[in-house]
């Protein structure tokens, strides 16, 4: 493989999964969302981490605490490893932070990677779900007909793109992309809950998904009341008394 300007460091002498799971961070956050809550909701163990010196840092935080950006973890109940990728990586980098990721799973005895893909695109009502874009290998072994369906066309990019292009030409494990659509700019729970539960299925374990469904109800909420208030406000009735709705900006 080619230089990579991206490093994996390994934290921990335990044996991973056989299969990746890759959560990034996109436009909805519906992938990083799923797999953090994969990890903190199993028992896992933090096996490495990502770093690189070819973007500029974030440090995530919690309580005060901060994180790495970029996790890998194995999980104790289920033969999964599990990336939890909170920098967001352009496309012009996704070829040296595959180089790496792929280096570590070669060495890690990786055998598949699911990818966990929400994204912007058009789409019906009815189509929320999550579609599947795999290498044959992957699909005969995973993906059975009568449970995901393929998404009809058009291409991935980034990260998903050069996996999969990597699967193609012989150079990863199999790779299956687990595709739904996102609503930005907020984080779509909705569409992590969809991607969750799609790998509990192809996987067969179980992970309580109540405080996710909490959370996703919440921003129900907050985004209907918010959504109300805007179309009050511009109908020139009492709502969002600061928002000036010629140029989007509260005032």
Do not use: C
């Amino acid at each position: 493989m080619s230089q990579s300007s991206f490093d994996v460091t390994t934290e921990s002498g335990r044996e991973t999964g056989t299969t990746l799971v890759v959560g990034q961070t996109h436009p909805g956050l519906a992938g990083v969302t799923a797999a953090d809550y994969l990890v903190r909701h199993l028992d896992a163990t933090r096996a490495g981490r990502v770093s690189t010196d070819a973007l500029p840092a974030i440090a995530p935080f919690e309580a005060g605490v901060p994180r790495h950006h970029s996790r890998l973890y194995t999980l104790d109940d289920a033969p999964l490893s599990v990336l939890v990728g909170e920098l967001f990586v352009p496309v012009g980098a996704a070829r040296s932070y595959a180089d790496a990721l792929l280096s570590w799973a070669e060495t890690e005895g990786i055998d598949e990677i699911a990818v966990l893909h929400g994204v912007p695109f058009a789409h019906g009502p009815d189509e929320h779900a999550v579609f599947h874009v795999a290498t044959e290998a992957y699909r005969e072994r995973r993906l059975p007909d009568d449970v995901f369906h393929p998404l009809a066309n058009g291409f991935l990019d980034g990260v998903a793109g050069e996996l999969v292009t990597r699967g193609l030409d012989g150079d990863a494990p199999d790779v299956g992309v687990y595709v739904t659509p996102t609503h930005p700019p907020g984080p779509d729970v909705d569409a992590s809950l969809r991607l969750l539960t799609a790998l509990e299925t192809v996987h067969d374990f179980d992970v309580d998904e109540s405080e996710l469904e909490a959370l996703n109800e919440q921003l129900r909420e907050y985004y209907g009341k918010l959504a109300e208030r805007v179309a009050s406000a511009a109908e020139g009735e009492e709502g969002l008394g600061g928002y000036d709705t010629q140029d989007g900006m509260y005032m």
